[in-house]
């Protein structure tokens, strides 16, 4: 007889809430809760307490928000570093789950885990090489090729690219506090709020921010193409949701590409098939992988 599948928790870290599962992967979750991130301590603290009522569990996986140290041999792996969440800087994340929990533990950014469940489960199933982008309260991405996640001292900061400024958007100085008008922000949630005052779906379909957010996101797309040749380029996160950006990102995309590409716009950018868990989902195959 087959051996029975381990059991595995995973966690989803993110700025606002923390996404917790139990089961035997995403397809056979037994388990799942969510709780609001506060303070290192409290969150924790109820995060561990959801996995005991779970005995036996062979390994958890991590995505979390970054920054973080991804690299095993460094001396702060498992911590998240310098954040702009209050409280989370140097927070040992994985080594105070690890050590309460006695399970060996599987840490890395959220969406690297999200990038690695759409490439082995979801979207971009078919691809050798294929990127994950949440655009969202930051804007951060993973890279996948032959089914493994991308990244060498670090790990990818795609929010952190420049932009070229579109004409009509010059006044802007940007939001991200160490950047400015990096593509973060520049696109991201919070900066569409700061600039126009509500965000990108509350504001009229003919506003002229719609067309400006499809333009950067567009070129940040274009770019990953000429830099990386990826077969897919899945886009999720709160600002996707809004009506038309979608669309509006492709066919930007394919008017700005001058048809250089092998591929077409239309078939490398996609929407993330296993939204809205494609991160705890990436959580178990990392937990799955660990063991």
Known sequence: MPAEAPLLGAIEAGGTKFVLGVGTGADAIVDQVQIPTRDPETTLAETIAFFRKHPGLAAIGIGSFG???????????????????????????????????????????????????EARLGAARDA????????????????????????????????????????????????????????????????????????????????DAHGIIAGYLAEMCNTLRAALAPDAIALGGGVMGTPGLFERIVAEAGTCDGGYFALSAEKVIRRPALAPISGLAGAFLLAADLL
């Open 67 to 117: 920054p973080l140290e991804r690299d095993r041999s460094a001396a702060k792996w498992g911590h998240i570093l310098a954040t702009p969440k209050p409280g989370w800087s140097d927070c040992d994340l994985a080594g105070t789950i690890a050590r309460a929990l006695g399970v060996p533990v599987a840490f890395d950014t959220d969406v690297n885990a999200a990038a690695l469940a």
């Open 128 to 207: 050798k090489v294929s990127v994950y982008v949440t655009i969202g309260t930051g804007i951060g991405g993973g890279v996948i090729a032959d089914g493994r996640i991308v990244g060498g001292t670090g790990h990818p900061e795609l929010g952190h690219m420049r932009p070229r400024r579109a004409p009509d958007d010059r006044e802007f100085a940007g939001h991200c506090p160490f950047h400015g008008d990096c593509l973060e922000g520049l696109a991201s949630g919070p900066a569409i709020i700061a600039r126009w005052g509500q965000s990108l779906s509350h504001l009229a379909p003919d506003h």
